[in-house]
T-cell receptor, first 114, second 113 residues
Framework: SQTIHQWPATLVQPVGSPLSLECTVE??????LYWYRQAAGRGLQLLFY??????ISSEVPQNLSASRPQDRQFILSSKKLLLSDSGFYLC?????????????FGSGTQLSVL | SQQGEEDPQALSIQEGENATMNCSYK?????LQWYRQNSGRGLVHLIL?????REKHSGRLRVTLDTSKKSSSLLITASRAADTASYFC?????????????FGRGTQLTVWP
C-alpha cells in the first residue's frame, strides 16, 4: 500500500535561517506531488506541485522553493526564513486517473519562525 | 479564484444530531471533494462527487452537488464525538490535467457527547 512520510513534525527556526522539509512517498510510482501551507485558522494554500522529476510549478510567488530530485521525493526549501513563513506545511500526493484524483496527505510540519 | 468557501465557519452540535456543512465555489469543475482534518494532522479524503452527479452516499456521509448554483453540501448523520474535526471542500480546475485542488477555509465541527 502507499504511504507518505513527512518530517520533521515540528520545527522552530529563527528569522533568516534556512529551511528544508522533506517528503517521500512509498508504494507508488510517478506520483503528482504537492506542497500546501495552512496558516492558523485558514484554509490550505497550494504552494508547489510537481508532475515529475525536476518539474516544479509554483502557484504563488514567495520566499520558498521546491525540488524533486527523485521520483518519490519532494523537498521544500528556503534560504532565509521570514516571520510570515510560519504555518503548517503539508505534503500530498495523487495519482491521475478516473479513480486517482484524491489527495493523500502527510501528517504535516508545524513551522514556527521566531 | 477557484477556491471553495465553506459555511458555517464553526458548527457545534450534540451527539446523535445531524451536521450539515455547505461549500460554494466560483468556476466550472470536474469534481468536488470533501476532506476531514483532525487538529494538527494531515487531511483525510472523505468523498468525491463528480460534476455529472447530484448526490452520493458513503456510510453516514451524504454529499450533494448543484452545479447550477456552484454549491455542495456535506451531511453527517447521527454524529459522534469522534466526528469532531475540521471539514474542507476542495475543487479541481476544469480542463486541468494536473490534479491541482483548491481548498476552502473549512468548517470546524464540534460534537458534544
Amino acid at each position: 500500500s502507499q504511504t507518505i512520510h513527512q518530517w520533521p513534525a515540528t520545527l522552530v527556526q529563527p528569522v533568516g535561517s534556512p529551511l528544508s522539509l522533506e517528503c517521500t512517498v512509498e508504494g507508488t510510482s510517478n506520483p503528482n506531488l504537492y506542497w500546501y501551507r495552512q496558516a492558523a485558522g485558514r484554509g490550505l494554500q497550494l504552494l508547489f506541485y510537481s508532475v515529475g522529476i525536476g518539474q516544479i510549478s509554483s502557484e504563488v510567488p514567495q520566499n520558498l522553493s521546491a525540488s524533486r530530485p527523485q521520483d518519490r521525493q519532494f523537498i521544500l526549501s528556503s534560504k532565509k526564513l521570514l516571520l510570515s513563513d510560519s504555518g503548517f506545511y503539508l505534503c500530498a500526493w495523487s495519482g491521475w486517473g478516473s479513480e486517482d484524483e484524491k489527495l493523500f496527505f502527510g501528517s504535516g510540519t508545524q513551522l514556527s519562525v521566531l | 479564484s477557484q477556491q471553495g468557501e465553506e459555511d458555517p465557519q464553526a458548527l457545534s452540535i450534540q451527539e446523535g444530531e445531524n451536521a450539515t456543512m455547505n461549500c460554494s465555489y466560483k468556476t466550472s469543475i470536474n469534481n468536488l471533494q470533501w476532506y476531514r482534518q483532525n487538529s494538527g494532522r494531515g487531511l483525510v479524503h472523505l468523498i468525491l462527487i463528480r460534476s455529472n452527479e447530484r448526490e452520493k452516499h458513503s456510510g453516514r456521509l451524504r454529499v450533494t452537488l448543484d452545479t447550477s448554483k456552484k454549491s455542495s453540501s456535506l451531511l453527517i448523520t447521527a454524529s459522534r464525538a469522534a466526528d469532531t474535526a475540521s471539514y474542507f471542500c476542495a475543487t479541481d480546475d476544469r480542463g486541468s490535467t494536473l490534479g491541482r485542488l483548491y481548498f476552502g477555509r473549512g468548517t470546524q465541527l464540534t460534537v458534544w457527547p
